[in-house]
């Protein structure tokens, strides 16, 4: 059992090109992205230790940067601009965080 799952924010920043395009299309398996560099995750403390690892094989740790901030569900957000979650998505803060589709 991994238990109970929580939200966390993961940002990076890559510094070559070729492995940034990589490990973006790594991540778009693994969370949502909230922008370019940002990433919404739902992850057991246990699935996020093996996510750390594979994150791992994906990096040089002596030039890029990887951070995970774990999100608190009494944690309000604030979002300004356009949200680039997909067509039909809308990311608000109810409870924690709840994707819901629109009709359209």
């Known amino acids: 059992m991994s238990g109970k799952a929580h939200w966390h ?3 990076y920043d890559i510094a070559d090109e070729k ?3 990589r490990f973006h299309r790594f991540m778009k398996d693994q ?3 909230l922008q370019y560099s940002v990433f919404l995750l739902r992850r057991s ?3 996020l230790i093996q996510l ?3 994150i791992r094989q994906h990096i040089d740790e002596k030039t890029d940067d990887v951070r995970i901030y774990p ?3 009494n ?3 604030i979002a300004l601009g356009r949200q680039a ?3 039909g998505m809308t990311l608000t803060a109810k409870g924690l965080i709840e994707l819901t589709r629109r009709a359209d």
């Open 52 to 54: 750390m690892e594979r």
């Open 85 to 87: 979650l997909g067509p």
């Open 45 to 47: 403390s246990l699935e």
């Open 19 to 21: 492995r940034l395009r």
């Open 9 to 11: 924010l993961l940002c």
């Open 71 to 73: 999100i608190s569900a």
């Open 31 to 33: 969370g949502l992205p």
């Open 75 to 77: 944690m309000e957000f």
